[in-house]
């Protein structure tokens, strides 16, 4: 039986969008307004809520706190106007499951609807994890397993460039060395890691377990890693496991490696040569088989001669490096993975695409593809969101975002401009992309410029697949 939604939203043509979006694999209830959410709830039961932060009377936040006084256990996303981080933290704090930006252009809203999907996946599986506590362990292992099988698990393409990393890939896979995975963003290295565990043995034996290291502040960073002992720090209640552990015979993929701090770097740097460590506040030492994967699209070589990356770290983990070849070296696997992901969102979406025209094609293989895979993979989305059933993808239908097809300004003038007729959040969007192409070594410098942190500089760029 298909589960209940609410899609609470006072702009009617965002609540039809979303309502195509999800109907597939859920019953949506659209409504336009908090009141009416509340007085329906007693009758319809829905399993979870998405609703818009800012409506008239109610806006999302007071109607979280609501639905949350009644039905403590009854997960809420809320989607907030991009780059309102405010607003995010106080859902949050008021009990939301999760927030999403959502992007309006004029009187044109969207959202990334893959993160939508699979936020509204977990939230209702925990609903089920709380319903069934005594199967609790065993659902969380098999949650965290799925995220991790969430995305696809083969390298599309048949460029050379393709089938030299497949080989090399294929080499890396049963030794246990150490591999860093280099490469510009968007270029599949979360990926092909995901996949170098799928070809070992560790996939037997152990779990592939990831963290982003730029997305935690150091001390968090270090207890995710290593765990803590109850009592450690303020908030560690009880005892847990780090992620070393849990990678244990397994696989651990250090995501942006660049970003751990230097005390993290030193305590990575033991665990690597004593295949032991202790957790955060403890005395016992653990030893731990684990094969470590790193990735950065930052210079490593730059930071160590910064001092902001230890030497003999580097040397460490570069013991195999693997780079990721940029969407423009890869020729016609453009078209391939195009294709491919026109078949994954029209399956997803239950919608029957035919494929490309030759006109859209053209136009895919003419665009400088900046973000790289995942870019196009995001045109495809909302491609196939608007390509009417059984039908193919029109160039029109494949729209590009036009700061991605201007030539930004040379270096040396380091000027930014684009044409009048575009909204602030395009240019808001456009001018960060500029900033992070300026700066493609240093996060903190591109945040600096932009006067964010570096960590709401990288959960933009997440969010908006920069
Ligand atoms: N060769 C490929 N075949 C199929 N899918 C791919 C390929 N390369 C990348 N992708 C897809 O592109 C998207 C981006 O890949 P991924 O997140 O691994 O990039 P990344 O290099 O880790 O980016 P970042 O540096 O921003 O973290 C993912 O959805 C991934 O599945
Ligand atoms: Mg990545």
């Not at 303020?234 to 005892?239: F, L, Y």
């Not at 902001?308 to 453009?334: A, C, H, T």
Request: net charge neutral.
């Amino acid at each position: 039986m298909k589960r209940t939604l609410f899609v609470v939203d006072d702009d009617p043509s965002f609540r039809i969008l979303l309502n195509t979006v999800l109907s597939k694999e859920y019953q949506v209830v659209t409504i336009p307004d908090a009141q009416t959410c509340l007085s329906q709830l007693e009758k319809d039961k829905p399993d979870l809520i998405i609703t818009d932060y800012a409506m008239p009377e109610t806006n999302g936040m007071e109607l979280t706190i609501k639905i949350k006084e009644k039905y403590p256990e009854l997960p809420v996303i809320v989607l907030t106007a991009y780059g309102s981080i405010e607003a995010a933290v106080e859902v949050l704090k008021k009990g939301a499951f999760h927030y999403l930006e959502k992007n309006t252009s004029g009187t044109v809203s969207t959202a990334n609807f893959t993160v939508l999907k699979e936020l509204i996946r977990r939230a209702l599986e925990r609903v089920d994890l709380q319903n069934e506590t005594a199967r609790y362990k065993t659902e969380v292992e098999n949650l965290k397993k799925q995220v991790t099988e969430f995305r696809p698990t083969t390298l599309v393409g048949n460029s050379d460039a393709i089938q030299t990393l497949r080989k090399m890939m294929e080499q890396v896979a049963n030794i246990d060395s150490t591999v860093l995975i280099r490469g510009e963003t968007g270029t599949g290295k979360n990926l092909a890691a995901a996949i170098i565990h799928k070809m070992s043995k560790r996939k037997e034996s152990g779990r592939f377990v990831e963290i982003n290291c730029a997305a935690l502040p150091e001390t968090l960073l270090e207890a995710e890693l290593f765990g803590h002992e109850q009592g450690a720090f303020t908030d560690a209640k009880t005892t847990k496991k780090g992620l070393f552990e849990v990678a244990d015979k397994g696989t651990l993929f250090l995501d942006e490696i660049d970003s751990a701090s230097l005390s993290v770097q030193s305590k990575l740097l033991s665990v690597l040569e004593t295949r032991s460590f202790r957790r955060v506040g403890g005395t016992k030492t653990f030893s731990v088989d684990v094969r470590l994967i790193c990735a950065t699209n930052a210079s490593l070589e730059e930071k160590v001669s910064e001092g902001k990356f230890r030497e003999d770290l580097f040397y460490r983990i570069n013991v195999v490096s693997i780079i990721m070849p940029p969407l423009r070296e890869l020729g016609d696997d453009v078209i391939s993975l195009a294709e491919q992901f026109i078949q994954r969102f029209s399956n997803e979406m239950n919608k029957p695409i035919k494929g490309l025209t030759d006109e859209a094609k053209k136009q895919i293989r003419s665009h400088v593809w900046k973000g790289n895979v995942r870019e196009l993979r995001n045109v495809i989305e909302r491609a196939v969101i608007f390509t009417p059933v059984g039908e193919s993808v029109t160039e029109n239908q494949i729209s590009l975002t036009s700061f991605s097809e201007q030539p930004l300004n040379s270096r040396s003038q380091k000027q930014f401009s684009m044409d009048f007729g575009k909204s602030l959040e395009d240019v808001k969007l456009a001018y960060i992309q500029a900033v992070l192409k300026e700066n493609p070594n240093s996060y903190t410098e591109a945040a600096k410029i932009l006067g964010i942190t570096s960590k709401s500089l990288w959960e933009i760029r997440k969010r908006h697949d920069l």
